[in-house]
Protein backbone atom coordinates (compact mmCIF):
# COMPACT_ATOMS: atom_id res chain seq x y z
CA UNK A 1 0.00 0.00 0.00
CA UNK A 2 1.55 2.79 -1.05
CA UNK A 3 2.19 5.58 2.47
CA UNK A 4 3.01 8.45 -0.27
CA UNK A 5 -0.35 9.15 -1.14
CA UNK A 6 -1.99 10.66 2.45
CA UNK A 7 -5.31 9.72 3.20
CA UNK A 8 -7.94 12.56 3.32
CA UNK A 9 -10.03 13.91 6.02
CA UNK A 10 -13.60 15.29 5.24
CA UNK A 11 -12.64 17.93 6.56
CA UNK A 12 -9.37 17.97 4.69
CA UNK A 13 -11.39 18.20 1.54
CA UNK A 14 -12.43 20.84 -0.72
CA UNK A 15 -16.77 22.08 0.49
CA UNK A 16 -18.50 20.64 -2.47
CA UNK A 17 -16.75 17.14 -2.07
CA UNK A 18 -17.22 16.83 0.90
CA UNK A 19 -20.71 18.07 2.03
CA UNK A 20 -21.17 15.23 -1.50
CA UNK A 21 -18.99 12.64 0.30
CA UNK A 22 -20.78 13.20 3.88
CA UNK A 23 -24.31 13.20 2.28
CA UNK A 24 -24.04 10.54 -0.54
CA UNK A 25 -21.73 8.14 1.24
CA UNK A 26 -20.34 8.62 5.22
CA UNK A 27 -24.17 9.44 6.50
CA UNK A 28 -25.29 5.93 4.79
CA UNK A 29 -22.50 3.99 4.91
CA UNK A 30 -21.37 5.37 8.46
CA UNK A 31 -17.57 5.59 7.09
CA UNK A 32 -15.22 7.45 4.42
CA UNK A 33 -13.53 5.05 2.58
CA UNK A 34 -10.12 5.00 1.81
CA UNK A 35 -10.68 4.79 -1.75
CA UNK A 36 -12.29 8.14 -1.15
CA UNK A 37 -9.68 9.63 1.11
CA UNK A 38 -6.84 9.05 -1.45
CA UNK A 39 -8.99 10.16 -4.83
CA UNK A 40 -9.97 13.01 -3.05
CA UNK A 41 -6.54 14.68 -3.63
CA UNK A 42 -7.81 15.59 -7.10
CA UNK A 43 -11.28 16.48 -6.27
CA UNK A 44 -12.43 17.89 -9.65
CA UNK A 45 -12.19 14.22 -10.94
CA UNK A 46 -13.53 12.10 -7.70
CA UNK A 47 -16.76 14.63 -8.33
CA UNK A 48 -16.77 13.78 -11.92
CA UNK A 49 -16.58 10.35 -11.67
CA UNK A 50 -19.50 10.44 -8.73
CA UNK A 51 -21.41 11.92 -11.20
CA UNK A 52 -20.57 9.46 -14.05
CA UNK A 53 -21.49 6.33 -11.47
CA UNK A 54 -24.34 8.37 -10.15
CA UNK A 55 -26.09 8.59 -13.87
CA UNK A 56 -25.08 5.03 -14.67
CA UNK A 57 -26.63 4.67 -11.14
CA UNK A 58 -29.93 5.88 -12.60
CA UNK A 59 -29.44 4.56 -16.27
CA UNK A 60 -30.50 0.85 -15.39
CA UNK A 61 -32.49 -1.15 -12.91
CA UNK A 62 -30.78 -1.93 -9.57
CA UNK A 63 -30.39 -5.97 -10.40
CA UNK A 64 -28.26 -5.27 -13.59
CA UNK A 65 -25.95 -2.71 -11.96
CA UNK A 66 -25.47 -4.99 -8.88
CA UNK A 67 -24.64 -7.80 -11.57
CA UNK A 68 -22.39 -5.20 -13.22
CA UNK A 69 -20.22 -4.41 -10.08
CA UNK A 70 -20.28 -7.51 -8.61
CA UNK A 71 -19.31 -9.24 -11.79
CA UNK A 72 -15.89 -6.92 -12.93
CA UNK A 73 -15.28 -6.55 -8.68
CA UNK A 74 -14.41 -10.51 -9.54
CA UNK A 75 -12.80 -10.19 -12.73
CA UNK A 76 -10.19 -7.31 -11.00
CA UNK A 77 -9.66 -9.33 -7.96
CA UNK A 78 -11.38 -5.87 -5.92
CA UNK A 79 -12.91 -7.45 -2.42
CA UNK A 80 -12.99 -3.65 -1.40
CA UNK A 81 -16.01 -3.30 -4.24
CA UNK A 82 -17.45 -6.75 -3.62
CA UNK A 83 -17.55 -6.76 -0.21
CA UNK A 84 -19.64 -3.02 -0.43
CA UNK A 85 -22.12 -4.26 -2.93
CA UNK A 86 -22.37 -7.62 -1.82
CA UNK A 87 -24.18 -5.49 1.39
CA UNK A 88 -25.59 -3.27 -1.20
CA UNK A 89 -27.52 -6.31 -2.81
CA UNK A 90 -28.79 -7.47 0.73
CA UNK A 91 -30.20 -4.30 1.08
CA UNK A 92 -32.03 -3.89 -2.05
CA UNK A 93 -33.67 -7.08 -1.37
CA UNK A 94 -31.45 -9.75 -3.57
CA UNK A 95 -30.87 -12.90 -1.88
CA UNK A 96 -27.27 -14.81 -0.94
CA UNK A 97 -28.21 -17.46 -3.26
CA UNK A 98 -28.46 -14.56 -6.31
CA UNK A 99 -25.21 -13.09 -4.87
CA UNK A 100 -22.94 -15.84 -4.32
CA UNK A 101 -24.60 -17.23 -8.06
CA UNK A 102 -23.24 -13.87 -9.36
CA UNK A 103 -19.71 -14.10 -7.97
CA UNK A 104 -19.30 -17.35 -9.52
CA UNK A 105 -19.03 -15.80 -12.95
CA UNK A 106 -20.49 -18.59 -14.35
CA UNK A 107 -23.20 -17.00 -16.17
CA UNK A 108 -24.79 -20.06 -18.08
CA UNK A 109 -25.27 -22.42 -14.53
CA UNK A 110 -26.65 -19.35 -13.04
CA UNK A 111 -30.36 -20.80 -12.65
CA UNK A 112 -30.75 -18.18 -9.68
CA UNK A 113 -30.41 -15.56 -12.27
CA UNK A 114 -32.82 -14.21 -14.59
CA UNK A 115 -31.98 -14.10 -18.83
CA UNK A 116 -31.09 -10.50 -18.90
CA UNK A 117 -29.43 -10.76 -15.65
CA UNK A 118 -26.81 -13.71 -17.31
CA UNK A 119 -26.76 -11.54 -20.50
CA UNK A 120 -25.38 -8.89 -19.17
CA UNK A 121 -22.95 -10.86 -16.86
CA UNK A 122 -21.74 -12.95 -20.36
CA UNK A 123 -20.81 -9.36 -21.99
CA UNK A 124 -19.16 -7.98 -18.74
CA UNK A 125 -16.76 -11.07 -18.83
CA UNK A 126 -16.13 -11.13 -22.20
CA UNK A 127 -15.54 -7.17 -22.52
CA UNK A 128 -13.20 -7.44 -19.71
CA UNK A 129 -11.35 -10.69 -20.72
CA UNK A 130 -11.17 -9.52 -24.43
CA UNK A 131 -10.72 -5.70 -23.80
CA UNK A 132 -14.11 -4.82 -25.96
CA UNK A 133 -12.44 -6.94 -28.93
CA UNK A 134 -14.89 -9.48 -30.58
CA UNK A 135 -17.24 -8.84 -28.14
CA UNK A 136 -20.25 -8.25 -30.65
CA UNK A 137 -22.50 -11.51 -30.20
CA UNK A 138 -22.73 -10.81 -26.04
CA UNK A 139 -23.36 -7.14 -26.82
CA UNK A 140 -25.76 -7.71 -29.05
CA UNK A 141 -27.49 -10.95 -27.18
CA UNK A 142 -27.49 -8.42 -24.32
CA UNK A 143 -29.42 -6.01 -26.44
CA UNK A 144 -32.37 -8.90 -26.87
CA UNK A 145 -33.06 -8.19 -23.26
CA UNK A 146 -31.86 -4.32 -22.74
CA UNK A 147 -32.60 -1.09 -24.56
CA UNK A 148 -30.02 0.52 -26.61
CA UNK A 149 -29.71 3.31 -23.61
CA UNK A 150 -29.32 0.33 -20.79
CA UNK A 151 -26.62 -1.39 -23.42
CA UNK A 152 -24.56 1.46 -23.34
CA UNK A 153 -25.03 1.71 -19.76
CA UNK A 154 -24.01 -1.66 -19.13
CA UNK A 155 -21.46 -0.97 -21.07
CA UNK A 156 -20.18 1.92 -19.53
CA UNK A 157 -20.72 0.65 -16.20
CA UNK A 158 -17.89 -2.00 -16.52
CA UNK A 159 -15.44 0.90 -17.70
CA UNK A 160 -16.24 2.68 -14.29
CA UNK A 161 -15.81 -0.54 -12.41
CA UNK A 162 -12.57 -1.39 -14.07
CA UNK A 163 -11.17 2.07 -13.45
CA UNK A 164 -12.44 1.64 -9.19
CA UNK A 165 -10.49 -1.77 -9.55
CA UNK A 166 -7.19 -0.20 -10.64
CA UNK A 167 -6.89 2.50 -7.86
CA UNK A 168 -7.59 0.10 -5.66
CA UNK A 169 -5.49 -2.48 -6.66
CA UNK A 170 -2.87 -0.01 -7.40
CA UNK A 171 -2.91 0.96 -3.61
CA UNK A 172 -3.60 -2.19 -2.37
CA UNK A 173 -6.42 -0.79 -0.67
CA UNK A 174 -7.96 -3.15 2.08
CA UNK A 175 -12.08 -3.69 2.10
CA UNK A 176 -13.57 -1.32 4.73
CA UNK A 177 -16.05 -4.30 5.38
CA UNK A 178 -15.88 -7.93 5.19
CA UNK A 179 -17.94 -9.92 2.80
CA UNK A 180 -21.17 -11.26 3.45
CA UNK A 181 -19.85 -14.80 3.00
CA UNK A 182 -16.95 -14.79 5.68
CA UNK A 183 -17.30 -16.75 8.52
CA UNK A 184 -16.31 -14.19 10.63
CA UNK A 185 -18.74 -11.64 10.11
CA UNK A 186 -20.56 -11.39 12.81
Sequence with gaps: M?????????????????????????DRLGYLGEFFQCTAHNADV??????????LGRALPKNLT???ALTVAGLM????ERNQHERL?????????????????QPDAAVELADAERA????????????????????????????????MAVAMLAGRYVAHALVVNTLALKPPVASIFDAARV
Excluded at 136 to 148: I, N, Q, T, Y
Aim: proline share 3%; glycine share 4%.
Design 2 to 26: SKRIPRLALEQMPGELAQYLRSTKV
Design 89 to 105: CEKLGLSSEWIAAVERL
Design 66 to 68: EVS
Design 77 to 80: DNAY
Design 46 to 55: LMSFMAFTDA
Design 120 to 151: VQRYVIAAIERRGIGVESEFEAMLDHLSPAQA
